[in-house]
């Protein structure tokens, strides 16, 4: 009989636990889009001249570490590929670098901002290519 009792004990428990989470990633993701709507997000995407090259890699990684300081930024990342297995993933580039802002305003004056300006020139050299997706809440 006591063993029956804790068995219904811990089940009832671990029901009550897979609910708990169940519902709390719902509440998470939903205070997550919640959190992006009306954002516009600016994604770049650079191809290194030299990939291998730890000076530019580092020179590369600084400047984008400086973009961070641009007050209109609201959230930024700096990525590099992973070592992905599906063939729809793209791995060709040497950093990605996602930026959200509050607004397209603000975007725009990012693009302006003497920082942006400044990266652009002292690491225009390094990358071979750069590709820009941005897009706004649909």
Known sequence: MKTRRNFFRMS?????FLAINRFGSKAKAAQTTK?????FVHQVYFWMKEPNNAKARV???KGLKMMDTIPTIRQSFTGVPPKA???VVDGSFT???LVIFDNK???DIYQKHKT???FIDDCKDLWE???VYDSVDA
């Open 12 to 16: 009832i428990a671990a029901l009550g």
């Open 35 to 39: 959190t992006m709507s009306k954002s």
């Open 59 to 61: 020179k590369m990684e």
């Open 85 to 87: 297995e599906r063939d």
């Open 95 to 97: 950093y990605s670098y």
């Open 105 to 107: 305003e603000d975007h």
């Open 116 to 118: 942006h300006l400044k």
């Open 129 to 131: 290519r750069v590709q």
